[in-house]
């Protein structure tokens, strides 16, 4: 089936610093791929999708690029906040079902 | 943006008790999804249900859970009889599409505690 790996968390970072979150998969599948974010006390929400191979996708200074030929789909930001602290989740989508397979999340805290 | 709502956010019972958890997806979403995550673990899927139907559950959907969304009601999960392992946050999620255009919407969540 499908699977998601991520970057062990936690991470903590001092605010103005980078971030890179690894995420590689496994699928038989042409999935789209998604980064999600949670904050303490809520559901997931989007960050964003990329649906292609080799396209970008970002929000929020968050970007990611979808490497077909690597199986990864990277998260990278250049200058972190500390209102960046949160959970991170790569996850992939199944084709016929829309089912969400995630990673098992990173934890992010920003000081200032 | 669209919201999906959760009833209850927080249940208390007893090992072996039933329990139902409501959800309430965007209003012109047509696939709905219950994830379960326990505390401070990943989200692990458990059913998704499309057109009154199962359309894929995990193994962690057992025999003692049920889903079902009566005509213009909520979409609910059933677990009868409950256990102590059940104790997590539960997800409910929408969407419209499925696949490559699919985005999820996903509640707040409802944490089940069985004692």
């Known amino acids: 089936g499908d699977s998601v790996t991520q970057t062990e968390g936690p991470v903590t970072l001092s605010e103005g610093t980078s971030l890179t979150v690894n995420c590689s998969y496994e699928?038989?599948?042409?999935?789209?791929l998604f980064w999600y974010v949670q904050y303490p006390g809520e559901g997931p929400q989007l960050l964003f999708k990329v649906p292609k191979a080799n396209e970008k996708g970002s929000n929020r200074g968050f970007e990611a690029t979808y490497n077909k030929e690597a199986t990864s789909f990277h998260l990278q930001k250049a200058s972190v906040q500390e209102s960046d602290s949160a959970v991170y989740y790569c996850?992939?989508?199944?084709?016929?079902?829309?089912?969400?397979?995630f990673g098992d999340g990173t934890v992010l805290t920003v000081k200032p | 943006g669209p919201k999906v709502l959760q009833i209850p956010s927080h249940q208390i019972i007893d090992m072996g008790q039933m329990v139902t958890l409501n959800c309430d997806p965007v209003s012109n979403h047509l696939y709905f999804y219950w994830y379960k995550q326990i505390l401070g673990q990943q989200m692990e899927f458990l059913v998704n249900?499309?057109?009154?139907?199962?359309?894929?559950k995990s193994k962690l959907f057992k025999d003692q859970f049920s889903v079902e969304r009566p005509d213009g009601s909520y979409f609910t999960l059933k677990i009868q009889p409950t256990a102590l392992e059940d104790s997590a946050v539960y997800f409910c999620?929408?969407?419209?599409?499925?696949?490559?255009?699919?985005?999820?919407?996903f509640g707040e969540g409802s944490k089940l505690t069985v004692l």
């Open positions: 996850a992939l989508s199944h084709t016929n079902t829309g089912k969400l397979t």
């Open positions: 249900f499309y057109n009154g139907k199962v359309m894929e």
């Open positions: 699928t038989k599948q042409y999935p789209t």
């Open positions: 999620a929408s969407s419209l599409d499925r696949g490559n255009t699919g985005q999820l919407y």
